[in-house]
């Protein structure tokens, strides 16, 4: 169980060496035009980004039409009290630092299957945003968890730094001195990076207004509850959300996850917002449960909260296969995965170049459909 998950957090503890990358580690961060064409350069930008325990962060890039930019946001968990969030806990339920083989998008397959005829965007420029601060990509500072005594071990505090927005934006800010103008984006994300990724794009079509964007979230799409304000409490979320009328009015007890689609969607209805979804995905029902949500069903609790912004905006548009894998976009099953004979390839490839897909969903659920890959 909990596969994806359980792999990162071994390699936390376990692969510590980063990968074999050409790091940049001096002030000045190196433009796109002195980075090797087609090869992943990873770049320590410094100044204000950190990871959850204070080690140092760093992203990725892969040069290649500078017209087409793929901006993905890594998962990894998330945190919120102080039991899992604790490193010495053995217990985290998030990947605490940027240098791990969770963070390396070389080991990735689907999208990052370079080689792969199929691949809709083996020939766009690439930028992997890693992620390591256990806040969903949305934390704006530090928080202190009280770890209780137990036993003869006495009390004791834990800092996490939920730094999240800084650095995501610490990575955009790159992007934005570097591309000038592409023509086509496609923003996405999976797990903790498919949440964040709404927002993130909104921030980018503001840079590139002439720009065809369009958005995918992979694999977060079910996550209802009512302790979501203590989520964004722990993360300092409200603190970071762009200043948008869309988003004037909410509080830490209102704010949703599905806000953060309506309002993008509302503010950009140019822009197709797309999510997909596995039905029984067993790593949100793991989360679901650290939320007190128990006895629950995921695809009922999905079909919520697709209704909920499907109902708000006009540009959105959904893919829920059936089984129990989390997400698809880094896994060989990107090729084979379908539904009601559609695969997610073929969905997302025609999503990416701006058509009007149909939503597509399970008739069954329990088990995922897969189809010969063209490959």
């Not at 969030?85 to 240098?99: L, N």
């Not at 730094?163 to 496609?186: E, K």
């Not at 209802?224 to 830490?252: C, G, K, M, N, Y």
């Amino acid at each position: 169980m909990l596969k994806q998950m359980c792999f990162a957090l071994v390699c936390a503890f376990v692969l510590i060496a980063a990968a074999p990358f050409a790091a940049a580690q001096d002030d000045t961060l190196p433009p796109l035009g002195d980075l090797e064409p087609g090869a992943w350069t990873s770049i320590a930008p410094g100044g204000d980004t950190v990871c959850s325990n204070g080690t140092p962060y760093q992203f990725f890039v892969r040069p290649a039409d500078p017209e087409k930019l793929l901006v993905f946001f890594n998962g990894g968990g998330a945190c919120w009290f102080a039991q899992i969030c604790d490193v010495a806990s053995g217990r985290i339920t998030y990947v605490p630092f940027a240098d791990l083989p969770h963070n390396n998008p070389e080991a990735g397959s689907g999208i990052f299957d370079l080689d792969n005829p199929e691949n809709p965007f083996a020939d766009y420029s690439m930028v992997f945003v890693p992620y390591c601060t256990a806040d969903v990509h949305l934390g704006g500072g530090q928080t202190v968890y009280e770890i209780p005594a137990s036993g003869d071990t006495p009390a004791r505090e834990v800092t996490i730094f939920h730094n999240g927005f800084a650095n995501a934006m610490a990575v955009l800010n790159w992007i934005f001195d570097n591309f000038d103008m592409p023509d086509r984006i496609f923003v996405t994300g999976s797990s903790a990076g498919a949440i964040p990724s709404p927002i993130y794009t909104g921030i980018i079509a503001e840079q590139y207004p002439e720009a065809a964007i369009v958005q995918l979230g992979d694999g977060a799409g079910g996550y209802r509850s009512s302790q979501s304000q203590v989520v964004f409490s722990a993360w300092h979320t409200l603190d970071i959300l762009p200043d948008w009328p869309e988003l004037a009015d909410e509080t830490v007890d209102t704010l949703t996850f599905e806000d953060f689609y309506i309002a993008a969607a509302k503010r950009h209805p140019n822009i197709v917002f797309a999510q997909y979804n596995t039905a029984e995905d067993e790593v949100q029902y793991t989360f679901l449960g650290l939320l007190g949500e128990t006895d629950i069903s995921l695809s009922e609790k999905i079909e919520a909260n697709l209704t909920d912004i499907a109902t708000e905006v006009d540009n959105f548009r959904y893919f829920t296969a059936g089984g129990t894998v989390h997400t698809i976009l880094r896994l060989p099953q990107f090729y084979t995965f379908a539904a009601n004979g559609v695969r997610i390839r073929d969905w997302v490839a025609a999503l990416a170049t701006g058509e009007l897909v149909e939503n597509v969903v399970c008739q069954v659920c329990d088990t995922a459909e897969e189809v010969e890959s063209g490959s």
